[in-house]
């Protein structure tokens, strides 16, 4: 049980474009979603907790308007990486939690290299 | 700020023998504690969480929590080169409702076959 499944696992694109990044609880509703950053030999820092069907919370410094969440369903959170520049490159985390219990279930994470 | 602190190691230890991980915190109002094992290139997998004072067990591993000291800590008993990764303490900080976490900068540990 508590399966969260994350996809694409790597992504390579253009500076300038955008990419969105799933996140799906596979066996559990997720009533909130969490999305991370990783850089190289640093620890996770979290980027914004999202509640189903409200407005995500951003943690100081991250941008709203460049890294754009929805979490329009009980399964479902999506990151937008929007014009992205080779400073996103990075590795995207999301994890889930249901309603009650305060463990974090993550998903295989997202390498994202922007050229 | 509220802060995990761990050592950053590398903690090597001979196959079979204990790995001893430690993690202190600074928030006295901390609920949840977990430890999260992190191989490299792949995200955090949960070892063990631990909610109150005291020892908890699950199979090799042992995690003890000393609210009183603000600290928790991890032991693996007769550990394998398997376990080798980073190994990440989290806490949910007091009156954080959706229960987010802080990340120590992890413990990277070795076992040496």
């Known amino acids: 049980g508590a399966v969260v499944s994350q996809h694409p696992s790597w992504v390579i694109c253009k500076s300038g474009t955008s990419v969105k990044i799933e996140c799906r609880s596979l066996?559990?509703?997720?009533?909130?979603m969490f999305w991370y950053r990783q850089f190289p030999k640093q620890s996770l820092m979290l980027m914004a907790t999202s509640n189903e069907g409200s407005k995500a919370t951003y943690e100081q410094g991250v941008e709203k308007d460049k890294f754009l969440i929805n979490h329009a369903s009980l399964t479902l959170s999506t990151l937008t990486v929007t014009s992205a520049h080779p400073e996103d490159s990075s590795f995207y985390i999301c994890?889930?939690?249901?309603?009650?219990?305060?463990?974090?279930?993550f998903g295989a994470g997202t390498r994202l290299s922007v050229l | 700020q509220k802060e995990v602190e761990q050592n950053s190691g590398p903690l090597s230890v001979p196959e079979g023998a204990i790995a001893s991980l430690n993690c202190t915190y600074s928030d006295r109002g901390s609920q949840s504690f977990f430890w999260y094992r992190q191989y490299s290139g792949k995200s955090p997998e949960l070892i063990m969480s631990i909610y109150s004072n005291g020892d908890k067990e699950d199979g090799r591993f042992t995690a003890q929590l000393n609210k009183a000291s603000q600290y928790v800590s991890l032991l693996i008993r007769d550990s394998q080169p398997s376990d080798s990764a980073t190994y990440l303490c989290a806490v949910t900080l007091s009156g954080a409702g959706s229960y987010q976490l802080t990340f120590g900068k992890g413990t990277k540990l070795s076992v040496i076959p």
């Open positions: 066996d559990f509703q997720a009533t909130t």
């Open positions: 994890s889930a939690r249901t309603s009650g219990r305060p463990i974090q279930y």
